[in-house]
């Protein structure tokens, strides 16, 4: 069984539509996220939730707005797609706490043309 | 604020040799580290993790590093490299706070030549 896992796994679309990427945990964590990965690899967090509560939003465009309908599930929906946007997106998941480590998905390559 | 610096961007050794991925972290705080390893086209995978307890911290597949606070180092280290281990290697810091944030390295790629 997928601990983490987003669908789809890859997404080619034209500038100016709208998107979305799910994201759904079965290792019964309380917290999710969402990380991009930039073309050159590097890794930043984007959001993450807590038991459905968004507690953290990092100067992210208000084009991407996430969902957690409930505390396994955490999708992203994408606005008015740019081509700056195109990079991977790994939805994770952890135990509440600190210093816990995250069980990541295995990404979804968005392509914007 | 806590951040990670990965000394090399860029690391090749032959099979059999040993592997060495430098970390350099700042926290103003103990702090709990990780290294997760990423295969072409893969998902992220934890390798090992230090949180305050042994300094020298076993992971899979052979992999070890070492918490050495006066250096602020968290060095990952493998005795013989095999050409399975090439793949992209991420130092993480966690952040304090109750929940829970990594901040990533920049990544060293690993190549491992026969």
Known sequence: DTAVSQTPKYLVTQMGNDKSIKCEQNLGHDTMYWYKQDSKKFLKIMFSYNNKELIINETVPNRFSPKSPDKAHLNLHINSLELGDSAVYFCASSQVGSHTEAFFGQGTRLTVV | ?114
């Open chain 2, 1 to 114: 604020a806590q951040s990670v610096t990965q000394l090399d961007s860029h690391v090749s050794v032959s099979e059999g040799t040993p592997v060495l991925l430098r970390c350099n972290y700042s926290s103003s705080y103990s702090p709990s580290l990780f290294w997760y390893v990423q295969h072409p086209n893969k998902g992220l995978q934890l390798l090992l993790k230090y949180t305050s307890a042994a300094t020298l911290v076993k992971g899979i597949n052979g992999f070890e590093a070492e918490f050495k606070k006066s250096e602020t180092s968290f060095h990952l280290t493998k005795p013989s490299a095999h050409m399975s281990d090439a793949a992209e290697y991420f130092c993480v810091v966690s952040t304090s706070g109750g929940y829970n944030k990594l901040i990533f390295g920049a990544g060293t790629r690993l190549a491992v030549h026969p």
